[in-house]
């Protein structure tokens, strides 16, 4: 999976500031865009994949090695299993031991075991928790973060209490749709500027630029790996 610090070149998030500078010169509000690798860990996926592994590791082991052997000696009499409960107990935690480490490496592994509901809804949580963390909350007029989470292919869109109040999640989802259709076409910083340039004319029908207005936060993209 391709790590959010090496999805724009260097070139490409030097524009991206460009585009946030450019839209911050119509409003007083504040634009954060942030890319992410992932959302969240999702540990209950590398569980289930570990135990995946671990099922198909005892069903092979079994199919290849079990056999069932007389007990020998000269008092001894009926039948043994080869793979006994120790070995069975052993191939079982070495299998779900390697698939968790694997899945870990690995993130497109966890897909299978993952619902769009529950990715969409780490998605948000990482919007609110990157809207706290870089401080928009704490600005004058806090506006949207644009995060595009590479692992989920996920954009979501927030504003503070009084942007929210005068945009509706339509206005948000148009700039969502930006982001994603430069995705798709293969041109992602060009969808991400574009994104920007809209938010800061959304924003600047409600919360134009005033005299004095100070740019509270620095204008360039955010990494979360």
Known sequence: MQRASTFFTEPECTTI?????????KT????????????GRYDRAEDLFGLTCSVLLLIVSWIIFQEIRPVEGDWASGQRLILGLVPIVVIFLVGFS????LS??????????????EMEAEVDRSAAEAFQRFRVRGTAAGTGVLIYSLFEHTVQVIGDDAIAAKLTQEDWNQVRDLVLDGIRSGQAAEGLRQAIAHS????????????GDVDELTNELRIID
Not at 28 to 39: D, L, M, Q, R
Not at 98 to 101: I, K, N, T, Y
Not at 200 to 211: N, R, T
């Open 104 to 117: 870990t490496w690995i993130p497109a592994l966890k897909l299978p075991f993952l619902s769009r509901a």
């Open 17 to 25: 500031a460009e585009a946030v500078s450019a839209a911050e010169k």
């Open 28 to 39: 007083s509000g504040e634009i954060v865009p942030v890319i992410a690798t992932a959302s």
């Open 200 to 211: 800061g004319d959304l924003l600047a029908g409600h919360f134009p630029i005033e005299p």
């Open 98 to 101: 390697l698939g968790a480490a």
